[in-house]
T-cell receptor
Framework: EADIYQTPRYLVIGTGKKITLECSQT?????MYWYQQDPGMELHLIHY???????EKGDLSSESTVSRIRTEHFPLTLESARPSHTSQYLC?????????????FGPGTRLTVL | AQKVTQAQTEISVVEKEDVTLDCVYE???????LFWYKQPPSGELVFLIR??????QNEISGRYSWNFQKSTSSFNFTITASQVVDSAVYFC???????????????FGKGTKLSVKP
């Protein structure tokens, strides 16, 4: 069973606040991802990392930033939250960059910015 | 360009009916991997199956079966005798072909929401 954790599960916050969404995995996976999922269901890759000190932007432009200082930890930060950031954020990891590796997903963080 | 199309946005069936979720993909790569994920109302995505482009055998796992046809670039998913617990959003995905850091990224379809009513 996958061991990937996200906190908080739900967050309601006011405009302009700085927030950090936490993601941790205990599987020693090299690669980690952040997806944004709107209520219309589609998943958008916003960030990924293929190891410590590597971060890359995904297909969807995002005002968020990420860091990867430790293998197991891949936090996402919004410096100044806005209502347009309201969405579900899903973190995932995979063993390596091999194309046959499935991604394991965390439970997600549902963010609401008022 | 690579692309995954799930034309069915929502499907509603009555319990015990069979249902097929369609997935059509586009890729120019000769080696690729296809995936299906389930997203229940709780929100996390659950891995269901992986299939590589060289293996066209259909696969069955309990009430689930998958039909991979390279000739039509399709990887359809059938649930036999559906149950209420099958209600979820189902995503089809294709492995990205770029080398380097983006290899291993997945290209997801838009998902199909399945509702199974008692």
């Amino acid at each position: 069973e996958a061991d990937i954790y996200q906190t908080p599960r739900y967050l309601v916050i006011g405009t302009g606040k700085k927030i950090t969404l936490e993601c941790s995995q205990t599987m020693g996976h090299d690669k980690m991802y952040w997806y944004q999922q709107d209520p219309g269901m589609e998943l958008h890759l916003i960030h990924y990392s293929y190891g410590v000190n590597s971060t890359e932007k995904g297909d969807l432009s995002s005002e968020s930033t990420v860091s990867r200082i430790r293998t197991e930890h891949f936090p996402l930060t919004l410096e100044s939250a806005r209502p347009s950031h309201t969405s579900q954020y899903l973190c995932a990891s995979s063993e390596s960059t091999a194309r046959n590796n499935e991604q394991f997903f965390g439970p997600g963080t549902r963010l609401t910015v008022l | 360009a690579q692309k995954v199309t799930q034309a069915q946005t929502e499907i509603s069936v009555v319990e015990k009916e069979d249902v097929t979720l369609d997935c059509v993909y586009e890729t120019r790569d000769t080696t690729y991997y296809l995936f299906w994920y389930k997203q229940p109302p709780s929100g996390e995505l659950v891995f269901l199956i992986r299939r590589n482009s060289f293996d066209e055998q259909n696969e069955i796992s309990g009430r689930y079966s998958w039909n991979f046809q390279k000739s039509t670039s399709s990887f359809n998913f059938t649930i036999t005798a559906s149950q209420v617990v099958d209600s979820a959003v189902y995503f089809c995905a294709l492995s990205e072909v770029n080398y380097g850091g983006s290899q291993g990224n997945l290209i997801f379809g838009k998902g199909t929401k399945l509702s199974v009513k008692p």
